[in-house]
């Protein structure tokens, strides 16, 4: 085969994925530090997911109440406190209480830092209140995404462990026949050019990269918005294993390839029963904004320097690749942010790796100066200029 760029193509979009706008996240700082704790506090609201809001009277008391996997989380702003609940399991008889409520009184103390899990009418919840002039954004974020992850984590382990039960079912929605297709489509592409490549990699003796097309693959699946479930759970787990700098790489390949065999034995009914859309409260990647990012850019600016001043093409594609897949998988993005890197792998695909190379530069170097643009962004300012001038 040619040793040219892996072929990549962004996933359809999920209707229930909270999307992210930094102007709530300045408008919120801005009013707290006016001491107007209760905007302040609905712009942060906003910032987490805009829809939450939609249609509510926001001048009395407000409730709100999403799901976010199988808990339901719940919110109520009055004129002088917030309160964050969130019910994710229900006790049963069959349920192991001694042990469970030992695991809660641990968790308790660590990790959780803000919220607590209370026994409430035969249900944990996690639960949290604080006065309205205490909601600084950063607290009010931390919180309700600490409840949310937590809550996502745990009902599966007191489910399995102790006999808990679901509080409810996912909130989810299947996805259209033509979705369907297209998922399947484009994971049976990835897993297809992964062998492909991966057999090439054993042919030249470039063990080492390997790692690089499984992480490139395990991270075009788990960035898709609507794969959840064991499919998720064991995609992450793998992308936790890939990066640990503390296991041996040489492991961390062999583990790798093992994964991605059985990930491509797998039959499309076992696949596919793990893809849908679900309704989700926040987003579980880390906050991003554009200063973040640049941060992150800067953190890899040694290695790319390297592979430049090394002339080593090969190294810096699959870098840039799996680095700008790294950021989507660990970030919450804007919308322009996250165009950016879909536009670019896009327009590397296939292509020779020194005619990637640069394309793969160019948008690294956006990033790192804090100036992104994705094509979308570009259309629309060369439009606006034109209308401007000749509108």
């Given at each position: 085969?040619?040793n040219?760029?892996?072929?990549?193509?962004?996933?359809?979009?999920?209707?229930?994925?909270p999307?992210?706008?930094?102007?709530?996240?300045?408008k919120?700082m801005?009013?707290y530090?006016a001491?107007?704790?209760?905007?302040?506090?609905?712009e942060?609201?906003?910032?987490?997911?805009?829809n939450?809001?939609q249609?509510?009277?926001?001048?009395?008391?407000?409730?709100?109440v999403?799901?976010?996997?199988?808990a339901e989380i719940?919110?109520?702003?009055t004129?002088?406190?917030?309160?964050?609940?969130?019910?994710?399991?229900k006790?049963?008889?069959?349920?192991?209480k001694v042990?469970?409520?030992?695991?809660?009184?641990?968790?308790?103390?660590?990790?959780?830092?803000?919220?607590?899990i209370?026994?409430?009418?035969?249900?944990?919840?996690f639960?949290?209140?604080?006065?309205?002039?205490?909601?600084?954004?950063?607290?009010?974020?931390?919180?309700?995404r600490e409840?949310?992850?937590y809550a996502?984590?745990?009902?599966?382990?007191?489910?399995d462990?102790?006999?808990?039960?679901?509080?409810?079912?996912?909130r989810v929605?299947?996805?259209?026949?033509?979705?369907?297709e297209?998922?399947?489509?484009?994971i049976?592409?990835?897993l297809?050019?992964?062998?492909?490549?991966?057999?090439?990699?054993?042919?030249?003796?470039?063990d080492?990269?390997?790692?690089?097309?499984?992480v490139?693959?395990?991270?075009?699946i788990?960035?898709?918005?609507?794969?959840?479930g064991?499919l998720?759970?064991k995609l992450?787990?793998y992308?936790?294993?890939?990066?640990?700098?503390?296991?041996?790489?040489k492991?961390r390949?062999?583990?790798?390839?093992s994964?991605?065999?059985?990930?491509?034995?797998?039959?499309?009914?076992?696949?596919?029963?793990?893809?849908y859309?679900?309704?989700?409260?926040?987003?579980?990647?880390?906050?991003?904004?554009?200063?973040?990012?640049?941060?992150?850019?800067?953190?890899?600016?040694?290695?790319?320097?390297?592979?430049?001043k090394?002339?080593?093409?090969?190294?810096?594609?699959?870098?840039?690749q799996?680095?700008?897949l790294?950021?989507?998988?660990?970030?919450?993005?804007e919308?322009h942010?996250?165009?950016?890197?879909?536009?670019?792998?896009?327009?590397?695909?296939e292509k020779?790796?020194?005619?990637?190379?640069?394309?793969?530069?160019?948008?690294?170097?956006?990033?790192?100066?804090?100036?992104?643009?994705?094509?979308?962004?570009?259309?629309?300012?060369?439009?606006?200029?034109?209308?401007?001038?000749?509108?």
């Amino acid at each position: 085969m040619k040793n040219v760029v892996p072929h990549f193509q962004r996933p359809i979009k999920s209707k229930d994925e909270p999307r992210i706008d930094v102007s709530y996240w300045d408008k919120a700082m801005d009013a707290y530090d006016a001491k107007n704790y209760r905007n302040a506090l609905l712009e942060t609201i906003n910032y987490i997911n805009s829809n939450l809001l939609q249609g509510k009277d926001t001048e009395g008391d407000i409730d709100i109440v999403q799901g976010q996997g199988s808990a339901e989380i719940q919110i109520t702003i009055t004129k002088d406190n917030f309160l964050v609940k969130a019910p994710f399991v229900k006790i049963t008889d069959d349920s192991n209480k001694v042990a469970l409520f030992r695991r809660v009184a641990e968790i308790n103390f660590n990790p959780l830092t803000l919220a607590q899990i209370h026994l409430i009418d035969g249900a944990l919840w996690f639960e949290y209140e604080m006065p309205i002039t205490l909601c600084q954004p950063y607290k009010v974020y931390d919180v309700l995404r600490e409840i949310s992850v937590y809550a996502d984590n745990y009902d599966d382990e007191f489910i399995d462990k102790y006999k808990a039960d679901f509080y409810q079912e996912p909130r989810v929605t299947p996805l259209t026949e033509t979705e369907k297709e297209k998922v399947w489509q484009q994971i049976s592409n990835i897993l297809e050019e992964y062998k492909q490549y991966s057999n090439f990699f054993k042919e030249k003796r470039w063990d080492d990269f390997q790692w690089d097309i499984a992480v490139l693959s395990i991270l075009k699946i788990v960035n898709m918005p609507y794969v959840h479930g064991t499919l998720r759970t064991k995609l992450e787990e793998y992308v936790g294993n890939l990066f640990n700098g503390q296991i041996d790489f040489k492991y961390r390949i062999d583990k790798g390839v093992s994964f991605m065999q059985k990930l491509c034995a797998k039959s499309k009914e076992e696949l596919m029963q793990d893809i849908y859309h679900a309704e989700a409260f926040i987003s579980l990647k880390w906050r991003s904004s554009t200063q973040i990012l640049q941060n992150d850019a800067k953190n890899m600016e040694n290695n790319v320097n390297k592979y430049v001043k090394d002339g080593n093409n090969m190294m810096l594609c699959y870098y840039l690749q799996y680095s700008f897949l790294h950021i989507i998988y660990n970030f919450n993005l804007e919308e322009h942010h996250k165009n950016a890197i879909y536009d670019v792998l896009e327009k590397v695909s296939e292509k020779e790796l020194h005619q990637a190379a640069p394309m793969l530069l160019k948008t690294y170097h956006g990033f790192l100066d804090g100036n992104i643009k994705s094509a979308n962004t570009a259309k629309s300012s060369k439009k606006g200029l034109f209308s401007k001038l000749f509108g």
